[in-house]
């Protein structure tokens, strides 16, 4: 191998405007080798690329993986992932995203033939007690490794010969478009959001796959109004590093921006920046929102902001390590349509960082899934069966995989590239598939966790270790103070999915039934499961025999939700504790509603509570309580009475039809004990008394006194 050789393939990259993805495979003396040839032979000019690593390569300084997300926004005319730190593919799938046309992503492993066996440090996170990283099987990296020696678009260089890649001829070139846009479809979506500005109510989703020039064009479109009327916008996304390229158009046309406390002037605009959890607590007005990568907010906050703005911009990379658009489309654009009449659709399909039919861009595709797509969809009334499976079937049934994880996709927004290595390699993870007439239409992860030693529940208990893993015991033991739970066995419900067009039929609970059989026959004592709290998933699992036991004290900052984890009793021994943990979770749900708890949304309360043994009203409580409904004793002098009041009707209120106000101002003013002064409705003291004590009388209908 020469440098000449590479340069012939460059020159071929440069003129298509492609990207290659060049793989070293060798030992780390050889490899380094031949990457320090590369670096002084092409030449690879050091301030253009970066080492994604945490080895020290001659010539080149290493950015740790733990700061990838550093080189989002980020034009680079080449990268170096150093394989021998840990392949983490969400790491991977960003660097290459950054690569632009004419340029190498350089990927360096050891041999081929050794990578599947090398000690991966990326093993360490993927380890559950009582597994070790050597004790875990390679199956990511033998299929990764299989797909990379298949794929002709893969340029391979080993310490004995350069294999080049066989790039199929390009496509034809885009239509170019005019002005700053460098497409029609960057042109055509600018125009678009420049006309969303000026209706009364509207919203627009704009997908694209990655590299399309979607939050480009949001910045180009900025970058115009700015210049033509005050406007104020308010701009969130999971991450600051996602907007990037948004800042960077408008900066290309006036000055740096300089943000304080997250506001900026451009012109005559007014931008906000805000994380979806800081959004929802303040909902700052704004005559426009731009929610970029949408598909990795949650579908509550999501339909919490189209209830309260105008007009409203949907960003989302269709395929991507973010989140997945394909998600998005299908659990939220329904109700979209339904509060926004005039809802538009606009997908950018071409290219903007380099041509169509990019190989790196397909090779990508190929070895992370970033395309995976589920099944097609059934009808009903076939033949069902559900059925466990061996992870190593996987490997040798692609389709399968793609199928499975296309599933996987569709249920859960934060669903990344990295999902596929936990879904292969983690030690303690079963896969179970729903299947109608042969076609995979539903699959469940299950995590096999408990049976902890004593040494290692004192320690988690005394808040001295939280080891990776075991998520279900090591919360009740170290959040709940259960010790004896320890040894007990529990399977944890990690993703449960089933096709859009096979819902609503009793397929999910019949494979969460299947599951609880197959668990009763292997004496586990509970299932479980963690999710940010939503009254639609509450009454899901509720459903399906499960019963809150924990409510988590932080807010996740892009979900802006609580965790909740839930459990359903399998055992006898689980059985007769399980009453116990009930009772004290709700004590401790009351009691931190004034604190941890405050931000909790008052929707959720009633899903939360239910299943709950509400106290018994005596005659004494009945009687302080019809003095406060109907007659002048004081908020003060009732507020015990009208705690239990509250704790035995609150899984009635929607059945009521108690408006949000109405239960906000119950929350506010008793359980929270918040003044007049902190809730906006109704406005003043009085006005909330009234509307207390009328509120009041409604509950003490739905009761009745102890016997």
């Not at 965790?563 to 006898?572: E, N, Q």
Request: hydrophobic residues 45%.
């Amino acid at each position: 191998m020469t440098p000449t050789d590479l340069a012939t393939l460059s020159a071929l990259l440069r003129q298509r405007r492609h990207r290659g993805l060049l793989w070293i495979n060798a030992d780390h003396s050889r490899g380094e080798r031949l990457l320090g040839e590369l670096v002084a032979g092409l030449p690879l000019a050091p301030d253009a690329g970066v080492l994604l690593g945490e080895r020290s390569i001659p010539g080149l300084t290493p950015l740790p993986g733990r700061r990838g997300g550093e080189v989002l926004g980020r034009t680079l005319e080449w990268a170096v992932y150093d394989a021998f730190s840990g392949f983490n593919p969400n790491h991977f799938a960003q660097l290459a995203g950054t690569v632009a046309a004419g340029g190498w992503l350089i990927l360096l492993s050891p041999p081929a033939q050794e990578w599947p066996d090398y000690p991966d440090p990326e093993y360490a996170r993927l380890c559950v007690e009582p597994w070790t990283p050597e004790t875990l099987t390679p199956r990511f990296l033998r299929r990764l490794v299989a797909t990379l020696l298949a794929d002709e678009g893969v340029t391979r260089l080993s310490a004995e010969r350069l294999l080049p890649a066989r790039w199929r001829a390009p496509a034809v070139a885009a239509q170019q478009a005019e002005g700053l846009c460098r497409s029609v479809d960057q042109q055509r979506a600018v125009a678009r959001i420049r006309a969303l500005t000026e209706q009364r109510r509207a919203a627009l989703v704009m997908t694209a796959d990655r590299g399309r020039g979607k939050s480009a064009a949001i910045g180009l479109a900025l970058a115009q109004l700015a210049g033509e009327r005050p406007l104020r916008v308010v701009v969130t996304a999971p991450s600051w590093q996602a907007i990037e390229s948004l800042r960077e158009r408008l900066e290309a046309q006036y000055a740096p921006l300089h943000w304080h406390a997250g506001e900026c002037r451009v012109g005559e605009l007014t931008l906000l920046w805000r994380t979806p959890a800081q959004l929802q607590e303040t909902l700052p007005p704004a005559d426009l929102l731009i929610i970029d990568e949408a598909a990795a907010v949650a579908t509550p906050l999501l339909a919490l902001f189209a209830r309260h703005y105008r007009r409203l911009l949907f960003a989302t990379t269709q395929h991507g390590y973010e989140g997945n658009g394909r998600g998005f489309a299908l659990r939220f654009r329904a109700e979209l349509a339904r509060r926004v009449p005039a809802l538009e659709e606009l997908e950018l399909t071409t290219p903007i960082r380099w041509a169509p039919d990019d190989p790196l861009e397909a090779t990508l595709n190929r070895a992370l899934l970033l395309d995976a797509e589920p099944p097609p969809s059934l009808g009903s009334e076939q033949s069902v069966s559900i059925m466990r499976i061996d992870r190593d079937a996987l490997l040798n049934d692609e389709t399968l995989l793609r199928e499975l994880f296309g599933l996987l996709v569709l249920a859960h927004y934060r669903t990344t590239p990295g999902d596929l290595r936990v879904l292969l390699d983690s030690p303690n993870l079963d896969v179970w598939l729903l299947r109608v007439a042969g076609v995979t239409v539903g699959c469940a992860l299950i995590a096999r966790e408990g049976e902890l030693s004593a040494a290692f529940a004192e320690a988690v208990w005394q808040g001295v270790r939280r080891p990776t893993g075991h998520l279900l015991p090591q919360a009740l033991i170290a959040h709940e103070g259960y010790e004896e739970v320890a040894p007990w066995r529990a399977w944890r419900v990690v993703r449960i999915a089933v096709h859009p067009s096979s819902q609503q039929q009793g397929l999910g609970t019949e494979l969460i039934d299947a599951i609880a059989q197959a668990a009763v026959a292997q004496a586990v004592d509970y299932l479980g499961a963690s999710f940010a709290a939503a009254p639609d998933l509450l009454r899901y699992w509720r459903r399906n025999g499960f019963e809150p036991v924990r409510v988590g004290d932080q807010l996740d900052a892009v979900s802006g939700s609580h965790a909740v984890i839930v459990l359903r009793p399998l055992s006898a021994r689980c059985r007769q504790w399980f009453p116990l943990a009930r009772r004290r979770y709700m004590k401790r749900l009351r009691y931190r509603l004034s604190g941890a708890l405050a931000q909790l949304p008052v929707e959720l309360l009633p899903g939360l509570f239910e299943g709950g043994d509400g106290p018994a009203l005596e005659a004494g409580d009945l009687h302080r309580l019809v003095g406060f409904a109907q007659h002048r004793r004081s908020l003060e002098s009732t507020l015990i009475e009208l705690d239990r009041l509250l704790l035995a009707t609150v899984s009635q209120w929607p059945a009521l039809g108690l408006a949000g106000v109405d239960q906000q101002l119950l929350v506010a003013r008793i359980w929270q004990q918040k003044g007049a002064s902190q809730i906006p409705e109704p406005q003043g003291a009085k006005a909330q008394l009234q509307r207390l004590r009328e509120l009041a009388a409604c509950l003490l209908e739905q009761v009745t006194p102890a016997p």
